[in-house]
């Protein structure tokens, strides 16, 4: 368990507005990522961070952008959230050290967009 | 481009029986792979994984084999217990490289 946290767990926002999501993790772990999941697509990743204020841009970035400030906080901002970005989002880190190289999730945050 | 498949959206077995749960890979870059499994409501856990220096690793009821001339991985489950039944990920990753591309799930029901 590598004690991620994911804020909020549910949201509910209508189109055009800002959304961010915060992912907290007590590891101090490298790297940090964001996922989003949709039927018939399985996981695809958004973005994903490998150091404080370094980020990377993953699959499906379009309409994303992400921040890490501190090694413990990620966050994914939807700048102007649309119908199609309504889906369950998951943070993940990854064990370097010690580990299988397996990622670790959050439970995840339902994001609908009217 | 789907890097990952799992072709069988969906797979039902009686509980006690073997379930086989496949995943195929186009890129031979791929070096590293992993099976999760995800309750509803919460995040995807680790399974079991395999490199590709082996053919197979076992952990108790659960056995990865990896074909790589074929691009192919399988996760064996024997037997198969009712809190088995979850949505399965294959992933895979390459050397040096610290992304994982999942494939699109399959979901296993296993019937008492």
């Known amino acids: 368990d590598a004690g991620i946290t994911q804020s909020p767990r549910h949201k509910v926002t209508e189109t055009g507005t800002p959304v961010t999501l915060r992912c907290h993790q007590t590891?101090?772990?490298?790297?940090m990522y964001w996922y989003r999941q949709d039927p018939g697509h399985g996981l695809r990743l958004i973005h994903y961070s490998y150091g404080v204020k370094d980020t990377d841009k993953g699959e499906v970035s379009d309409g994303y952008s992400v921040s890490r400030s501190k090694t413990e906080d990620f966050l994914l901002t939807l700048e102007s959230a649309t119908s199609s970005q309504t889906s369950v989002y998951f943070c993940?880190?990854?064990?370097?050290?010690?580990?299988?190289?397996?990622?670790?999730f959050g439970e995840g945050s339902r994001l609908t967009v009217l | 481009d789907q890097q990952v498949k799992q072709n069988s959206p969906s797979l039902s077995v009686q509980e006690g029986r073997i379930s086989i749960l496949n995943c195929d890979y186009t890129n031979s870059m791929f070096d590293y792979f992993l099976w999760y499994k995800k309750y509803p409501a919460e995040g995807p856990t680790f399974l079991i994984s395999?490199?590709?220096?082996?053919d197979k690793n076992e952990d108790g009821r659960f056995t990865v084999f990896l074909n790589k001339s074929a691009k192919h991985l399988s996760l064996h489950i024997v037997p198969s217990q009712p809190g088995d039944s979850a949505v399965y990920f294959c992933?895979?990753?390459?050397?040096?490289?610290?992304?994982?591309?999942f494939g699109t799930g399959t979901r296993l029901t296993i019937i008492p």
């Open positions: 395999i490199s590709s220096i082996k």
């Open positions: 992933a895979a990753s390459a050397h040096g490289n610290e992304k994982l591309t």
């Open positions: 590891e101090n772990h490298r790297y």
């Open positions: 993940a880190t990854l064990q370097t050290s010690g580990g299988n190289g397996e990622l670790f």
